[in-house]
């Protein structure tokens, strides 16, 4: 099992920019994919984004594409989300989860359920 931490949430105006930092004790970081998640009022918990373990490979949700940008240092065990030009329906708990597979080379179709680690979440306010 590894641990997740996030930071980095809080309240920004539509347009700006915050940075969400993960991070990873326990298990071996490095060989596992990792991926962000978020959970708006009253929805369900979404994919936004997700990276190999080798950081060579990522994918994101359509809303998000050229926006957002996940990113890794396994030296650090972190991985990183850059959130750029955010929106009002940006706003969400941000979770970052860790993948049960390890060495995962793809991570395009990977699901919640993939994925066997999750941190606590980190709120990001998006506003007019």
């Known amino acids: 099992q590894v641990q997740l931490v996030e930071s980095g949430g809080g309240l920004v105006q539509a347009g700006g920019s915050l940075r969400l930092s993960c991070a990873a004790s326990?298990?071996?970081?490095?060989?596992?994919?990792m991926g962000w998640f978020r959970q708006a009022p009253g929805k369900g918990r979404e994919f936004v984004a997700a990276i190999n373990w080798n950081g060579k490979s990522t994918y994101y949700k359509d809303s998000v594409k050229g926006r957002f940008t996940i990113s890794r240092d396994n030296a650090k065990n972190t991985v990183l989300l850059q959130m750029d030009r955010l929106k009002p329906d940006d706003t969400a708990v941000y979770y970052c989860?860790?993948?049960?597979?390890?060495?995962?080379?793809?991570?395009?179709?990977?699901?919640?359920?993939?994925?066997?680690?999750w941190g606590q979440g980190t709120q990001v306010t998006v506003s007019l």
């Open positions: 989860a860790a993948d049960r597979a390890a060495f995962r080379q793809s991570v395009v179709v990977l699901t919640a359920g993939d994925f066997g680690s």
């Open positions: 326990g298990r071996t970081f490095s060989v596992y994919a």
